[in-house]
T-cell receptor, first 115, second 117 residues
Framework: AQSVTQPDIHITVSEGASLELRCNYSYGATPYLFWYVQSPGQGLQLLLK????DTLVQGIKGFEAEFKRSQSSFNLRKPSVHWSDAAEYFCAVVPNAGNNRKLIWGLGTSLAVNP | DTEVTQTPKHLVMGMTNKKSLKCEQH?????MYWYKQKAKKPPELMFVYSYEKLSINESVPSRFSPECPNSSLLNLHLHALQPEDSALYLC????????????????FGEGSWLTVV
């Protein structure tokens, strides 16, 4: 079955440390890929997206993500985390083939930042 | 800053009440959506409007009734809700009609927190 996996339910990092959040998908063809962030009590904000082209994508707030076809992954990274990055992060994909081409969401990764 | 505006931010209603959630976008987007989100879970699609017509209803109970008065506005009418309907209700919009088209990106509002007592 088509799915999106975020292996880490919860991650804690220290402020200033680097961050990598993992996302894997299982589809036959490369889907369209998204990362959204949800700060406590807020709606969802689009961080970045990948449709085609350069596999390293730059987003807002200093985030980037790299699409790796061989690993079916779209991991989110940030070189230096700020306390305000504490939030829930969702990876989502839209299959680019087939009939059920809707946003498929991962279960999310909760990020805590220690001062 | 989000350009999808939702009101009210918080709503408490009894199980016999009738209330409405409102959403507005001024980005010229042709599709608008309602999602329901429980705490720490991903959002669940409820309805999709494409060019002001209901295109997708994800088998949502009839106590939720969407309405799209024009291309910028989307309402969700609530009646006879249950406590398990308490959740964050997110409105969203996208440039193209439908959720599934290539190059389509969905932009979310900040949501309306609904508590049913």
């Amino acid at each position: 079955a088509q799915s999106v996996t975020q292996p880490d339910i919860h991650i804690t990092v220290s402020e200033g440390a680097s961050l990598e959040l993992r996302c894997n998908y299982s589809y036959g063809a490369t889907p369209y890929l998204f990362w959204y962030v949800q700060s406590p009590g807020q709606g969802l904000q689009l961080l970045l997206k990948y449709f085609s082209g350069d596999t390293l994508v730059q987003g807002i707030k200093g985030f980037e993500a790299e699409f790796k076809r061989s690993q079916s992954s779209f991991n989110l990274r940030k070189p230096s985390v700020h306390w305000s990055d504490a939030a829930e992060y969702f990876c989502a994909v839209v299959p680019n083939a087939g009939n059920n081409r809707k946003l498929i969401w991962g279960l999310g990764t909760s990020l805590a930042v220690n001062p | 800053d989000t350009e999808v505006t939702q009101t009210p931010k918080h709503l408490v209603m009894g199980m016999t009440n009738k209330k409405s959630l409102k959403c507005e976008q001024h980005m010229g987007h042709r599709a608008m959506y309602w999602y329901k989100q429980k705490a720490k879970k991903p959002p669940e699609l409820m309805f999709v409007y494409s060019y002001e017509k209901l295109s997708i209803n994800e088998s949502v109970p009839s106590r939720f009734s969407p309405e799209c008065p024009n291309s910028s506005l989307l309402n969700l009418h609530l009646h006879a809700l249950q406590p398990e309907d308490s959740a964050l209700y997110l409105c969203a919009s996208s440039p193209f009609s439908g959720e599934v088209l290539a190059g389509n990106t969905i932009y979310f509002g900040e949501g309306s927190w609904l508590t049913v007592v």
